[in-house]
């Protein structure tokens, strides 16, 4: 297996980027990473390791977070973005990941990589955590803000694949995010998307599910329109945050405190670790001919090892060749 990595992308790139990919190469000794990305930076910081699953692709322009998406794809066509999603398409590398900016991934993605016959948008697909820790796949969370009834079709089915291939979930259930749990819920899009989801034939589809709800794991797939699910997702990350900062205060009040987050200190450290976004880094841009992932901007070395281990499930369970098998049948 060969992932490309965009060592130039993120916030803390390349350096934090160079870090994962060699935590990587030591923990997959059986795939190989090539770093993409200009030369000096990402030799000097390989030049102490002696790792020979771990290669580099120089390149000499970088696609930065405040750059306008499509303009600067087209315009930077050597920088480590363009160049990574095409080693894709070339068949050079079975994925790639990057933690750069979003919007210019995805026109990236579509340009060049291509999208499959037969998906008419593209959806940014991660996973969430979940109190079960089992997690749920929520697609879209901003990849199409303004999508049709039939988009939310295909991000089910493409959903429904991905789980049962790259997580190993048989028959998953796929809800769609609305704000009631009643049949006929909802604005117009919501309601058109019930009706086709519960006459496809291929998903296992539950019915409506509320925002409320999602963490608690009521079913393994979550589709909704690109707008809810980025506000989704933001919310559910904020009040991560905020839950982890609430509870080290509250343990570290006083001695009493301090005493009882002792005993319970292993529990605690499961349930956060659970309930950490950061663990569940990586989102599949699902619906391209290859594997491209989007892994978080602010990751660190650790997140970013997160976001490669993610991309190997997703490349041996040959997810992007089962749906294209899917949508042919």
Known sequence: MRIALDA??????????VAGAVRAARAWPDTHFILVGKEDQVTALLEEE??????????????????????????????????????????????????????????AGLFYTGRLKGIDRPALAPM??????????????????????????QYALMGSIYMEKARGVANPRIGLLNIGAEAGKGNELTKQTY?????????RFVGNVEAREVLQGPCEVVVCDGFS????????????????????????????TKGAAFILKKGLKRFLKEMDYREYNGAMLMGLKGVVVKAHGSSDAHEFMIAIRRTREIVQGQVVSKISESLAT
């Open 50 to 107: 002696r790792l020979t699953n771990i290669s580099y692709r120089a390149t000499t322009e970088v696609i930065e977070a405040t750059d306008e998406p499509v303009r600067s794809v087209r315009r930077k066509k050597d920088s480590s973005m363009v160049v990574g999603c095409q080693m894709v398409r070339a068949g050079e590398a079975d994925a790639f990941v990057s933690a750069g900016n979003t919007g210019a991934l995805m026109a």
């Open 229 to 256: 699910g980025n506000i989704l997702l933001k919310s559910a990350e904020g009040m991560g945050s905020i839950l982890l900062k609430g509870i080290t205060q509250e343990f570290t009040r006083n001695a009493l």
């Open 128 to 153: 969430f955590p979940t109190v079960d820790g089992r997690g749920i796949l929520v697609l879209d969370v901003g990849a199409n803000i303004d999508p049709r009834p039939q988009h939310l079709q």
């Open 195 to 203: 009706e086709l989801l519960e006459q496809e034939e291929k998903i």
């Open 8 to 17: 130039m992308g993120g916030d803390h790139a390349p350096a934090e980027i």
